[in-house]
């Protein structure tokens, strides 16, 4: 099982800063730490709880939270009122991957954390990864359609490499490449039709069998 991805939300506004760590908190694969209320607290925080998402305030008490995430070297999302161009300009040219204008629906918080943990899944190997990998993440991210440059043959050319040596349910492998389950399942069985997965059946206690794919061996 892979770790939650820890969120640490760094805002000033402490009926706020609760409200986006409850977002955090709700979403699956998600976990929210105490939130802190100053860069100050936020670098001490860093240190000691090694976040993987930093969602955070633009006019902090003690400094410029944009500044800040241009050089924490921790994912981030910017969320501010500020909504003039050259402060969203210099939030992306700091790095961050999202930046959400207050106040702003939950769901609209969540549906960021959740493209996150795809962008996430796509980008979690230790393989060199593909143009089309790098296409895919970013568009996870950026809410686009999926890129013109992933095929057919392309996207199941990412599901043989998220495969890899393991057996996997189309579940897993959906939640390793970043797709739909049903895409996932849609694409193993064209592969497993052309014989080039395995498919073996895992039965339980009661219900269904689970169908386990496995990389046919050449």
Known sequence: MTDPIRVLVIDDDFRVAGLHRDIAAAR???????????????????????????LVDVFLPDGDGVDFVAGAAVDAFLLSAATDAATVHRALRAGALAYLTKPFEPRLLADRLDRYARMRNVLSTDRALGQEQIDRALSIMHGGAEPASVSRSA????????????????????????????????????????????????????????????????
């Open 155 to 218: 996207t199941e050319q990412l599901i043989l490499d998220g495969l890899g040596d393991d057996e996997a349910s189309a579940a897993e492998i959906a939640d390793r490449v970043g797709i739909s389950r049903a895409t996932a399942q849609r694409h193993l069985s064209a592969l497993a039709t052309r014989g080039q997965v395995e498919v073996r059946l895992r039965y339980g206690t009661t219900g269904r069998p689970e169908h386990r794919y496995l990389a046919a061996r050449r």
């Open 28 to 54: 699956p694969g998600f976990t929210a730490l105490d939130p802190v209320h100053s860069l100050g607290a936020a670098r001490q925080a860093i240190r000691s709880h090694a976040p993987d998402l930093l």
